[in-house]
């Protein structure tokens, strides 16, 4: 085994947030359960990672009980559970040591949000030598407003301001930035075809 699958942030924090009504996948679990499947029937390490704000009194503060994974997924014994306080998976946890004391050398990742902690998570991965696998289609996001829009946009006004960035467009982009440098873009149903045994 020298691959893990990383869930990044796949949480019940995004979904209680009215901006998720604007996510580009709101089945991504679904997707992360393919992926999982995947991982655990070649013998690989599934790592789950949290997002977590302790003392923020918002939807990331563990003591208002949203820091949990989404309720179609589940762990399975053994899978390790790793909390962190920074964009990426690493910066702020054990995540190097413990891919170190496994022997991991490649990884796939997916999860919640494409640009920001899935992203950020595989550039640094790559930094650190590791083959990447960015798996697209199982990463969601929310569309960005133009900086210069008012921090207390609502749904309504965020999608109607034409200088919006559509999440589509947000995750094209992102696909772009890291094919070929940080990472090798692939698709949950290009996984699970290479999988299958040749006949």
Not at 19 to 45: H, M, Q, Y
Not at 154 to 180: F, H, I, K, Q, W
């Amino acid at each position: 085994m020298t691959r893990a699958l990383i869930v990044i942030d796949v949480q019940e924090s995004f979904r209680v947030r009215p901006l998720w009504e604007t996510i580009s996948d709101p089945k991504i679990a679904d997707k992360v359960n393919r992926l999982v499947r995947l991982a655990r029937e070649a013998g690989e390490l599934v790592v789950w990672v949290l997002h977590s704000e302790p003392g923020s009194a918002d939807v990331f503060d563990p003591a208002l009980g949203h820091v949990r994974l989404m309720e179609e997924l589940e762990r399975a014994d053994g899978e390790p559970l790793i909390h962190k306080t920074s964009h990426n998976a690493f910066t702020t946890t054990n995540l190097q040591q413990l891919l170190t004391e496994h022997g991991i050398r490649e990884l796939t990742v997916c999860g919640i949000r494409t640009e920001q902690c899935v992203e950020t998570t595989a550039r640094v991965a790559s930094d650190l030598g590791y083959g990447v696998t960015f798996v697209v289609d199982a990463t969601a996001t929310n569309p960005i407003p133009h900086r210069d829009a008012p921090a207390d946009l609502s749904n309504a006004e965020l999608l109607a301001d034409p200088r919006t960035l559509p999440a589509e467009e947000v995750v094209r982009r992102t696909e772009y930035a890291l094919a070929g440098r940080f990472a090798t873009i692939a698709t949950v149903a290009g996984l699970e075809a290479a999988a299958q045994p040749r006949a």
